[in-house]
Protein backbone atom coordinates (compact mmCIF):
# COMPACT_ATOMS: atom_id res chain seq x y z
CA UNK A 1 0.00 0.00 0.00
CA UNK A 2 1.00 3.52 -0.83
CA UNK A 3 0.00 5.91 2.03
CA UNK A 4 -2.10 8.48 0.85
CA UNK A 5 -1.72 12.54 0.91
CA UNK A 6 -4.91 12.40 3.01
CA UNK A 7 -3.51 9.71 5.51
CA UNK A 8 -0.25 11.75 5.72
CA UNK A 9 -2.00 14.54 6.41
CA UNK A 10 -4.15 12.94 9.37
CA UNK A 11 -0.77 10.70 10.82
CA UNK A 12 1.98 13.34 10.58
CA UNK A 13 3.69 13.67 14.05
CA UNK A 14 0.55 12.07 15.79
CA UNK A 15 0.49 9.52 18.69
CA UNK A 16 0.08 6.34 17.65
CA UNK A 17 -0.64 3.28 19.97
CA UNK A 18 -0.63 -0.36 19.00
CA UNK A 19 -1.39 -3.18 20.86
CA UNK A 20 -0.15 -6.32 19.70
CA UNK A 21 2.22 -4.25 17.59
CA UNK A 22 4.93 -6.83 17.15
CA UNK A 23 2.31 -9.28 15.55
CA UNK A 24 1.57 -10.00 12.07
CA UNK A 25 -0.84 -7.07 11.47
CA UNK A 26 -0.15 -4.16 14.14
CA UNK A 27 3.24 -4.69 12.54
CA UNK A 28 2.29 -4.49 8.89
CA UNK A 29 0.30 -1.07 10.24
CA UNK A 30 3.48 0.20 12.30
CA UNK A 31 5.22 0.50 9.00
CA UNK A 32 2.53 1.99 7.18
CA UNK A 33 2.44 4.70 10.28
CA UNK A 34 6.07 4.99 10.28
CA UNK A 35 6.15 5.86 6.91
CA UNK A 36 3.52 8.61 7.18
CA UNK A 37 5.24 10.24 9.74
CA UNK A 38 3.80 9.14 12.66
CA UNK A 39 5.42 8.79 16.44
CA UNK A 40 4.63 5.04 16.90
CA UNK A 41 4.68 3.09 20.45
CA UNK A 42 4.28 -0.69 20.15
CA UNK A 43 2.62 -2.53 22.70
CA UNK A 44 3.32 -6.71 23.00
CA UNK A 45 4.01 -9.34 25.50
CA UNK A 46 5.93 -11.39 23.10
CA UNK A 47 4.49 -14.34 24.61
CA UNK A 48 5.44 -17.35 21.76
CA UNK A 49 1.65 -18.54 21.25
CA UNK A 50 0.16 -15.11 20.40
CA UNK A 51 2.40 -14.08 17.57
CA UNK A 52 4.72 -10.95 18.15
CA UNK A 53 8.21 -11.42 16.26
CA UNK A 54 10.51 -8.53 16.82
CA UNK A 55 11.97 -9.99 13.24
CA UNK A 56 8.65 -7.86 11.81
CA UNK A 57 9.44 -4.69 12.44
CA UNK A 58 13.46 -5.14 11.29
CA UNK A 59 14.33 -1.85 9.90
CA UNK A 60 12.33 0.49 11.57
CA UNK A 61 12.89 -0.85 15.21
CA UNK A 62 14.92 2.86 15.63
CA UNK A 63 11.71 4.58 14.80
CA UNK A 64 9.22 2.50 16.98
CA UNK A 65 8.92 2.89 20.59
CA UNK A 66 8.47 -0.70 21.56
CA UNK A 67 7.72 -1.85 25.06
CA UNK A 68 7.37 -5.34 26.11
CA UNK A 69 3.87 -5.52 28.04
CA UNK A 70 1.16 -7.11 28.05
CA UNK A 71 -2.69 -5.64 27.62
CA UNK A 72 -3.85 -7.56 30.60
CA UNK A 73 -1.43 -5.25 32.94
CA UNK A 74 -3.91 -2.46 34.08
CA UNK A 75 -1.15 -0.86 36.46
CA UNK A 76 0.62 -0.28 32.96
CA UNK A 77 -1.79 1.30 30.65
CA UNK A 78 -2.30 4.23 32.00
CA UNK A 79 1.09 5.32 31.16
CA UNK A 80 0.97 3.91 27.65
CA UNK A 81 -2.46 5.55 26.87
CA UNK A 82 -2.00 9.30 27.61
CA UNK A 83 -1.39 11.63 25.35
CA UNK A 84 -2.00 9.29 22.25
CA UNK A 85 -4.07 10.56 19.37
CA UNK A 86 -4.72 6.91 18.02
CA UNK A 87 -4.75 3.29 19.19
CA UNK A 88 -4.92 0.45 17.35
CA UNK A 89 -5.98 -2.43 19.29
CA UNK A 90 -4.81 -5.69 17.81
CA UNK A 91 -3.68 -7.26 21.31
CA UNK A 92 -5.66 -10.87 21.26
CA UNK A 93 -5.60 -14.76 21.73
CA UNK A 94 -6.12 -15.81 18.25
CA UNK A 95 -6.36 -19.20 17.93
CA UNK A 96 -10.05 -20.93 18.19
CA UNK A 97 -8.66 -24.56 19.27
CA UNK A 98 -7.09 -22.96 22.05
CA UNK A 99 -9.80 -21.17 23.34
CA UNK A 100 -11.80 -24.29 23.46
CA UNK A 101 -8.77 -26.01 25.75
CA UNK A 102 -7.91 -22.91 27.54
CA UNK A 103 -11.18 -20.90 27.80
CA UNK A 104 -9.86 -18.66 31.32
CA UNK A 105 -6.79 -17.25 29.29
CA UNK A 106 -8.75 -16.64 26.33
CA UNK A 107 -11.11 -14.64 28.69
CA UNK A 108 -8.69 -12.95 30.24
CA UNK A 109 -7.18 -11.74 27.20
CA UNK A 110 -10.39 -10.92 24.50
CA UNK A 111 -12.75 -10.08 26.97
CA UNK A 112 -11.48 -8.58 30.79
CA UNK A 113 -8.09 -7.18 29.30
CA UNK A 114 -10.39 -5.25 26.28
CA UNK A 115 -12.86 -3.74 29.56
CA UNK A 116 -9.75 -2.84 31.30
CA UNK A 117 -8.66 -0.88 28.63
CA UNK A 118 -11.55 0.70 27.77
CA UNK A 119 -11.73 1.90 31.37
CA UNK A 120 -7.99 2.95 31.03
CA UNK A 121 -9.37 5.20 27.74
CA UNK A 122 -12.15 6.89 29.82
CA UNK A 123 -10.23 7.47 32.64
CA UNK A 124 -6.99 8.88 30.94
CA UNK A 125 -8.01 9.63 27.30
CA UNK A 126 -11.20 9.91 26.95
CA UNK A 127 -10.65 11.64 23.09
CA UNK A 128 -8.44 8.79 21.85
CA UNK A 129 -9.31 7.61 18.45
CA UNK A 130 -9.91 3.93 19.05
CA UNK A 131 -9.94 1.30 16.24
CA UNK A 132 -10.63 -2.38 17.23
CA UNK A 133 -9.71 -5.69 15.46
CA UNK A 134 -12.66 -7.85 15.73
CA UNK A 135 -12.92 -11.32 13.73
CA UNK A 136 -15.79 -12.89 11.21
CA UNK A 137 -15.78 -15.73 13.64
CA UNK A 138 -18.77 -14.31 15.83
CA UNK A 139 -21.03 -14.61 12.83
CA UNK A 140 -20.60 -18.49 13.07
CA UNK A 141 -22.04 -20.78 10.70
CA UNK A 142 -23.45 -18.63 8.22
CA UNK A 143 -27.02 -18.32 7.48
CA UNK A 144 -26.68 -17.09 3.82
CA UNK A 145 -24.02 -15.75 1.64
CA UNK A 146 -22.20 -13.33 1.69
CA UNK A 147 -22.05 -12.57 5.56
CA UNK A 148 -23.18 -8.92 5.74
CA UNK A 149 -22.85 -6.95 9.35
CA UNK A 150 -26.71 -7.81 9.77
CA UNK A 151 -26.16 -11.14 10.26
CA UNK A 152 -27.01 -13.49 13.35
CA UNK A 153 -24.32 -13.09 15.83
CA UNK A 154 -23.97 -17.07 16.64
CA UNK A 155 -20.16 -17.08 18.20
CA UNK A 156 -18.93 -21.49 17.64
CA UNK A 157 -16.52 -21.78 20.02
CA UNK A 158 -14.95 -19.65 23.17
CA UNK A 159 -12.73 -17.19 21.02
CA UNK A 160 -15.51 -16.15 19.15
CA UNK A 161 -17.88 -15.40 22.06
CA UNK A 162 -15.25 -13.22 24.03
CA UNK A 163 -14.19 -11.85 20.86
CA UNK A 164 -17.72 -10.24 20.54
CA UNK A 165 -17.81 -9.12 24.02
CA UNK A 166 -14.74 -7.22 23.58
CA UNK A 167 -16.26 -5.65 20.57
CA UNK A 168 -19.43 -4.90 22.17
CA UNK A 169 -17.50 -3.27 24.78
CA UNK A 170 -15.77 -1.09 22.43
CA UNK A 171 -19.34 -0.07 20.54
CA UNK A 172 -20.33 0.48 23.93
CA UNK A 173 -17.54 3.15 25.41
CA UNK A 174 -18.50 4.84 22.37
CA UNK A 175 -21.94 5.41 22.56
CA UNK A 176 -21.63 6.08 26.09
CA UNK A 177 -18.75 6.89 27.11
CA UNK A 178 -17.65 9.25 24.13
CA UNK A 179 -14.60 7.12 23.41
CA UNK A 180 -14.75 7.32 19.72
CA UNK A 181 -14.48 3.41 18.30
CA UNK A 182 -14.65 1.53 15.69
CA UNK A 183 -14.64 -2.50 15.01
CA UNK A 184 -13.76 -3.89 11.72
CA UNK A 185 -14.38 -7.34 11.81
CA UNK A 186 -11.69 -9.21 9.82
CA UNK A 187 -11.88 -12.27 7.21
CA UNK A 188 -8.26 -14.77 6.68
CA UNK A 189 -5.51 -12.19 6.82
CA UNK A 190 -2.72 -13.46 4.64
CA UNK A 191 0.92 -11.67 3.69
CA UNK A 192 4.25 -11.23 5.11
CA UNK A 193 4.49 -11.97 8.96
CA UNK A 194 2.19 -13.97 9.52
CA UNK A 195 2.40 -16.69 11.68
CA UNK A 196 3.58 -19.83 10.05
CA UNK A 197 4.90 -22.27 12.83
CA UNK A 198 1.07 -23.22 13.82
CA UNK A 199 -2.12 -22.59 12.47
CA UNK A 200 -2.89 -20.59 15.66
CA UNK A 201 -3.83 -17.42 13.56
CA UNK A 202 -4.35 -19.45 10.40
CA UNK A 203 -4.15 -22.67 8.45
CA UNK A 204 -2.21 -20.72 5.15
CA UNK A 205 0.71 -19.84 7.42
CA UNK A 206 1.04 -23.51 7.83
CA UNK A 207 0.70 -24.08 4.14
CA UNK A 208 3.81 -21.79 3.35
CA UNK A 209 5.60 -23.51 5.74
CA UNK A 210 5.15 -26.93 4.60
CA UNK A 211 5.16 -25.81 1.01
CA UNK A 212 8.96 -24.34 1.60
CA UNK A 213 10.00 -27.25 3.70
CA UNK A 214 9.37 -29.60 0.75
CA UNK A 215 5.73 -31.37 2.80
CA UNK A 216 3.06 -32.29 1.48
CA UNK A 217 -0.23 -29.82 2.53
CA UNK A 218 -3.02 -31.59 4.09
CA UNK A 219 -6.58 -29.49 3.53
CA UNK A 220 -8.85 -31.18 5.61
CA UNK A 221 -12.47 -31.46 3.72
CA UNK A 222 -11.55 -29.03 0.73
CA UNK A 223 -14.74 -28.18 -0.24
CA UNK A 224 -15.17 -25.03 2.37
CA UNK A 225 -15.14 -21.66 0.44
CA UNK A 226 -13.44 -18.80 2.03
CA UNK A 227 -12.41 -15.14 1.29
CA UNK A 228 -8.68 -13.71 2.42
CA UNK A 229 -7.67 -10.27 2.69
CA UNK A 230 -3.38 -9.45 1.62
CA UNK A 231 -2.41 -7.16 4.24
CA UNK A 232 -2.03 -4.21 3.04
CA UNK A 233 -5.24 -4.01 1.90
CA UNK A 234 -6.29 -4.48 6.35
CA UNK A 235 -4.07 -1.56 7.02
CA UNK A 236 -5.64 0.44 4.68
CA UNK A 237 -8.94 -0.59 6.38
CA UNK A 238 -7.44 0.43 9.47
CA UNK A 239 -6.21 3.77 8.50
CA UNK A 240 -9.32 5.02 7.26
CA UNK A 241 -11.44 3.84 10.14
CA UNK A 242 -9.27 5.76 12.12
CA UNK A 243 -9.75 8.99 9.96
CA UNK A 244 -12.91 9.10 8.59
CA UNK A 245 -15.69 10.87 10.66
CA UNK A 246 -18.57 8.05 9.25
CA UNK A 247 -16.03 5.27 10.94
CA UNK A 248 -16.88 6.18 14.68
CA UNK A 249 -19.56 3.62 16.70
CA UNK A 250 -19.43 1.46 13.29
CA UNK A 251 -18.87 -2.40 12.86
CA UNK A 252 -17.22 -2.67 8.94
CA UNK A 253 -16.53 -6.08 7.60
CA UNK A 254 -13.55 -6.71 5.45
CA UNK A 255 -13.12 -9.41 2.84
CA UNK A 256 -11.51 -10.02 -0.25
CA UNK A 257 -10.89 -10.03 -3.83
CA UNK A 258 -13.40 -12.71 -4.50
CA UNK A 259 -13.49 -16.58 -3.02
CA UNK A 260 -12.12 -19.81 -3.08
CA UNK A 261 -12.58 -23.11 -1.72
CA UNK A 262 -9.84 -24.74 0.45
CA UNK A 263 -8.75 -27.14 -2.51
CA UNK A 264 -8.24 -24.85 -5.05
CA UNK A 265 -6.53 -22.24 -2.77
CA UNK A 266 -4.12 -25.70 -2.43
CA UNK A 267 -3.94 -26.01 -6.07
CA UNK A 268 -2.76 -22.20 -6.73
CA UNK A 269 -0.59 -22.10 -3.79
CA UNK A 270 1.09 -25.11 -5.26
CA UNK A 271 1.39 -23.68 -8.60
CA UNK A 272 2.82 -19.79 -8.03
CA UNK A 273 5.08 -21.67 -5.23
CA UNK A 274 6.41 -23.99 -8.45
CA UNK A 275 6.57 -26.82 -6.12
CA UNK A 276 4.93 -28.98 -3.33
CA UNK A 277 1.87 -31.26 -3.49
CA UNK A 278 -1.49 -31.54 -0.97
CA UNK A 279 -3.65 -34.70 -0.34
CA UNK A 280 -7.82 -33.95 0.82
CA UNK A 281 -8.24 -35.48 4.32
CA UNK A 282 -11.67 -35.83 6.54
CA UNK A 283 -11.61 -32.71 9.22
CA UNK A 284 -10.91 -34.20 12.47
CA UNK A 285 -13.31 -34.51 15.07
CA UNK A 286 -12.45 -32.06 17.17
CA UNK A 287 -12.37 -29.18 14.30
CA UNK A 288 -15.42 -30.23 12.62
CA UNK A 289 -17.38 -29.21 15.74
CA UNK A 290 -16.09 -25.65 15.81
CA UNK A 291 -16.14 -25.54 11.69
CA UNK A 292 -18.36 -22.61 10.45
CA UNK A 293 -18.38 -24.24 7.11
CA UNK A 294 -18.30 -21.86 3.78
CA UNK A 295 -17.67 -18.22 4.78
CA UNK A 296 -17.12 -14.97 2.92
CA UNK A 297 -17.95 -11.60 3.44
CA UNK A 298 -19.80 -9.02 2.50
CA UNK A 299 -17.78 -5.54 2.44
CA UNK A 300 -19.91 -2.80 0.53
CA UNK A 301 -21.08 -1.64 3.88
CA UNK A 302 -17.06 0.08 4.53
CA UNK A 303 -17.09 0.31 0.76
CA UNK A 304 -19.84 3.00 0.78
CA UNK A 305 -18.80 4.73 4.10
CA UNK A 306 -15.60 4.40 4.06
CA UNK A 307 -14.21 3.98 0.71
CA UNK A 308 -12.44 0.77 1.46
CA UNK A 309 -12.37 -2.14 -0.94
CA UNK A 310 -10.42 -4.88 -1.47
CA UNK A 311 -7.76 -4.52 -4.09
CA UNK A 312 -4.98 -7.58 -4.30
CA UNK A 313 -6.34 -10.66 -5.52
CA UNK A 314 -5.74 -14.53 -3.40
CA UNK A 315 -3.03 -15.06 -6.54
CA UNK A 316 -1.16 -11.86 -5.50
CA UNK A 317 -1.51 -12.47 -2.04
CA UNK A 318 0.11 -15.76 -2.43
CA UNK A 319 2.61 -14.57 -4.76
CA UNK A 320 4.28 -11.50 -2.41
CA UNK A 321 3.67 -13.88 1.03
CA UNK A 322 5.71 -16.45 -0.37
CA UNK A 323 8.76 -14.01 -1.95
CA UNK A 324 8.78 -13.24 1.60
CA UNK A 325 9.00 -16.31 3.42
CA UNK A 326 11.55 -17.69 0.69
CA UNK A 327 13.92 -15.17 1.96
CA UNK A 328 12.64 -15.22 5.98
CA UNK A 329 12.00 -18.59 6.43
CA UNK A 330 14.26 -19.20 9.54
CA UNK A 331 13.07 -16.54 11.39
CA UNK A 332 9.76 -17.30 11.94
CA UNK A 333 9.91 -21.21 12.79
Given at each position: ????????K??????V??T??????????????????????????????????????????????I????????????????????????????????????????????????L?????C???????????????????????????????????????????????????????????????????????????????Q????????????????????G????D????????????????????????????????????D???T??????????????????????????Y??????????????????????????????????????
Open positions: MKPGQSFAAFKGKRLIGGLGFIGSNLARALVALGAKVTILDSLIPEYGGNRRNVRGIERKLDNLSDVRDRHSLPAFLRGQHFLFNLAGQTSHMDSMTDPETDLEINCRAQTLLEARKHNPDLRVVFASTRQIYGRPDYLPVDEKHPLRPVDVNGINKLAGEQYHLLYSAVHGVPSTVLRLTNTIGPGMRIKDARTFVGVWIRQILEGKPIEVWGGQLRFTYVDDAVEAFLLAATHPAAVGGVFNLGGVGQVSLRLAELVKVAGQGSFSVRAFPADRRKIDIGDYSDCRLIGKKLGWKPRTTIRQSLVSTLDYYRKELRYYL
